[in-house]
């Protein structure tokens, strides 16, 4: 992703967390059906992972591939997580 986009992302999530009741709102706006489920399969993965969940059941549970699950253990790993995973309602 260029920085132009990053930026923008940057820029609509803090318009966002301004506005935090209109997410879903604007979720569905943007993502089609499948796109949300596998944002919220992908926030399932980081939640699973912080309880300690095996990888694998992970991948079994969510019906996801391997891959998916430990890009996301990696990307934990490299603290990518930390500040979205200390905040409430993310246990």
Known sequence: MTNDYQQKLTNLARLISQ????LVE???ALLTPQEIIQ????VEIIRR???GQPQRQIAHDLEVGLATV???AKEMRLGKFKHI???KGVN
């Open 49 to 51: 992972l912080k309880a």
């Open 39 to 42: 944002l919220s399969k992908r």
């Open 26 to 28: 604007l979720l569905d």
């Open 70 to 72: 430990i890009r996301g």
């Open 85 to 87: 995973l200390e905040r």
């Open 19 to 22: 506005h935090s009741n209109n």
